[in-house]
């Protein structure tokens, strides 16, 4: 959801970075909105979602922490890029005319504003509404004696023997703290026995411990009781300092600069430099500290200059200081009124007939929407390959694919038969490199060809290729997808899948995949559009004609479904299109810098944002193209980064029949939607569609029309 400082060699970075600038003339600061504010909009909405009466109350809880997880990896990511530009003194604006201070500022602001409302929800109706509902987390005050005794004898037990605290003197100096850890500071007074007076010192919790302890039933006479471990800390500080008496204890958290740089001057092997890069992620630079709200001011003063931060990055909160780890609770939790229903994802009907999947799709495409419809199609499809002898060859791409993948075990069972298995694994995909370290390592101990793409470009497309043998020849059977090959995110992510052996799509694929395991110059692709090479100049391309078209007093339209909006060039181009009459509806879920109905520059263009129960992750272009319906799917949203420094795809739907349900399953669904959609003013507020006459929820509809097992619509809608 958020730029990476992409790891690239100087020859390849310079390239990219002058492709993008030859690309882009001066265009006017007012155009566009700020990057990081669009960012922060985005997380109000899904705020939003935790305040809404009509979501289960465990789901809107799981929305408190997925808004606390997103500003983590904000932080991390964004806010640690700003900072980065602060301290080299850089004052060169973005797009939208703001310098890295001003956005700074700016950014705070509201950020802090977000906590706060954060916060509020949570401790004044969450809480509370749980509790009535027999869900309680226990503050020490509240603790019964028997309580106590049971939480003393666990954390004795279970929680000391893991802690090792570190008093603050010439000997001890304070310690590095890793990104996101729960620490204590504690305040002491007193003499040891070697001497030393007691000062301050720092315990630092375990990640290996849960943060939230369930506690038995007995102890609390309802259904389900809970103790911070935060709160167990507290209460037991003062066993780890014998003979010392414990004037204060206060939580805090520091969250760091979790890019990772790779410099190609000192790499031979990207795989080897970036094992060596992983453990630094955790230490980088500080770019945020949370304590608790009663935090005494000269601690936390003290705790911003350790960390080298200043006032503004100091973050007070009324309650625990890592609301992300509360996302657990949902799933301790067993009563089905607080969640959403459960649902079975349905199979196309060719898939209910028939087994085979090569011989289904050597008579129809199967399209499949996620996660209505089911993702087995594509595993079983890679497992029937892995057991196929007539199946010679698999070429696949991962970027997110879980560390248990199922489908990493038939590659694997492939390549042990003997099967030409070649995979290109993105080393960088931001917090999954270890795990995709991991893959590569056991693909290639049982002689599978393991690549990492092209140095200095991501390689971002889904693709799945496998080359069957057939009457003396070779037929290539496809997926394309928008979304990755992780079977866990297919039941929460809304993307859509193309399974086809059309000759020409399976020969770009297969080209596609010689440039990303070979050398040499890039052969034109017959049906795909290709970033770094087409992709950009074919999206203009479109665009421009439309504008053309309405020009000429055509019929003009363009729908658009991406989760991110930002490249300069498309949106002046889109501004465009407007003045000429075009009407341009856009779905983008997270950022968005265009500006929508501003008088004379956008005023034919709408954008909405759709937040619901699944995450929002189709790419879909249509353009009207004077009848002919140009429909694309693609992997990439409209950012520079996806058109300038990824390898990516956009694929057409040729089917007539496939492309009226990518256009009502994906597209005119959620243009009617008045119960999750939320409408785009010219100056980057929202404000949320509200039903008049009768509700329409596209999450909600596409779950009763291609679910097996549809939810009760009552349940089914998170907003």
Not at 13 to 27: E, G, H, I, S, V
Not at 336 to 354: C, D, E, I, S
Not at 495 to 509: A, K, R, S
Not at 565 to 571: C, G, N
Request: hydrophobic share 45%.
């Amino acid at each position: 959801m958020q730029e990476n400082r992409t790891v690239m060699s100087n020859q390849a970075r310079k390239k990219a970075t002058n492709t993008a600038q030859d690309a882009l003339p001066f265009f006017p600061s007012e155009h566009f909105l700020n990057r990081e504010l669009s960012l922060l909009a985005f997380n109000r909405r899904v705020l939003a979602q935790a305040a809404d009466d009509h979501i289960p109350l465990l789901e809107r809880l799981r929305f408190i922490c997925i808004v606390s997880g997103n500003l983590d990896e904000f932080f991390e990511v964004r806010m640690a890029g700003i900072k980065e530009q602060i301290k080299l003194g850089s004052h060169t604006p973005g797009p939208d005319g703001l310098a890295p201070d001003e956005v700074f500022r700016r950014v705070t602001l509201q950020t802090h504003a977000l906590i706060a409302e954060q916060y509020t929800l949570l401790n004044e109706e969450i809480l509370p509404r749980l509790r009535a509902e027999g869900i309680a987390f226990y503050r020490r005050a509240e603790w019964t004696e028997a309580q106590r005794e049971w939480l003393r004898e666990y954390f004795l037990r279970e929680v000391m023997p893991l802690l090792t605290p570190i008093g603050l003197d010439p000997a001890h100096p304070f310690p590095r703290v890793l990104n996101k850890s729960l620490n204590f500071a504690v305040e002491l007074e007193g003499i040891d026995d070697y001497g030393r007076t007691g000062g301050a010192a720092i315990v630092q919790a375990p990640r290996a411990l849960p943060r939230v302890i369930p506690l038995p039933r007995e102890l609390t006479g309802i259904g389900h009781g809970f103790v911070f471990l935060s709160s167990l800390l507290h209460a037991h500080v003062d066993t780890l300092f014998p003979g010392m008496a414990v004037l204060g204890c206060q939580q805090f958290r520091v969250t760091r600069n979790s890019d990772l740089f790779v410099d190609d001057e000192e790499v031979k092997n990207l795989r080897i430099a970036l094992q060596g890069e992983l453990p630094q992620r955790h230490l980088g630079d500080a770019v945020r500290l949370e304590v608790v709200e009663d935090c005494p001011d000269i601690l936390a003063s003290f705790l911003l200059n350790q960390f080298g931060l200043v006032a503004e990055d100091l973050y007070r909160v009324p309650g625990i200081v890592n609301l992300a780890r509360l996302i657990s609770i949902p799933d301790q939790v067993d009563l089905a009124h607080l969640k959403f229903p459960p649902f079975q994802a349905g199979l196309p009907k060719v898939l209910t007939k028939r087994s085979d999947i090569f011989a289904t799709l050597r008579k129809h495409d199967i399209l499949l929407h996620h996660p209505f419809q089911s993702f087995t199609p594509v595993v079983r499809m890679l497992q029937q390959a892995a057991d196929d002898p007539d199946v010679v060859a698999i070429k696949m791409t991962v970027y997110r694919t879980g560390t248990d993948s199922v489908l990493t075990e038939h590659l694997l069972r492939a390549a042990r038969q003997g099967k030409e298995v070649s995979v290109v694994v993105e080393l960088m995909a931001r917090f999954d490199e270890e795990a995709n370290l991991d893959i590569a390592g056991r693909l290639e101990d049982v002689g599978a060809h393991v690549v990492y793409g092209v140095f200095g470009y991501k390689t971002h497309a889904k693709m799945l290729m496998i080359v069957r043998r057939e009457e003396g020849k070779y037929r290539r059977y496809v997926h394309l997808g928008t979304g990755n090959y992780h079977p866990r995110t297919t039941r929460l992510y809304t993307d859509f899948g193309l399974m086809t052996c059309h000759p020409e799509i399976g020969e770009d694929v297969n080209e596609l995949f010689k440039q990303l395991t070979g050398m040499g110059k890039a052969a034109p692709l017959k049906h795909l559009w290709q970033a770094p090479f087409t992709l950009h100049a074919n999206i203009l391309a479109a665009i421009r004609q439309e504008t053309a078209h309405a020009q000429a007093g055509k019929p003009a339209r363009i729908i658009a479904k991406m989760n991110s909006l930002l490249e300069p060039e498309v949106i002046e181009a889109l501004y465009a299109a407007s003045r000429a009459g075009v009407a341009v509806d856009l779905i983008v879920r997270g950022v968005c810098a265009l500006r929508p109905g501003v008088a004379g520059l956008s005023d034919n263009i709408r954008v909405r944002s759709v937040i619901g129960r699944f995450l929002e992750h189709h790419r879909i272009f249509h353009f009207h193209a004077d009848g002919a319906e140009l429909l694309f799917l693609s992997s990439a949203d409209w950012m520079e980064r996806n058109f300038f420094r990824r390898i990516e795809t956009a694929f057409p739907i040729l089917l007539p029949k496939l492309k009226r349900r990518v256009l009502k399953e994906g597209l005119q669904i959620y243009l009617a939607d008045n119960c999750q959609s939320w409408e785009m003013d010219s100056t980057g507020n929202y404000a949320r569609k509200t039903a008049k006459r009768g509700r329409t929820s596209a999450q909600e509809t596409l779950l009763a029309e291609l679910g097996a097992d549809p939810a009760p619509a009552s349940h089914a809608r998170k907003g």
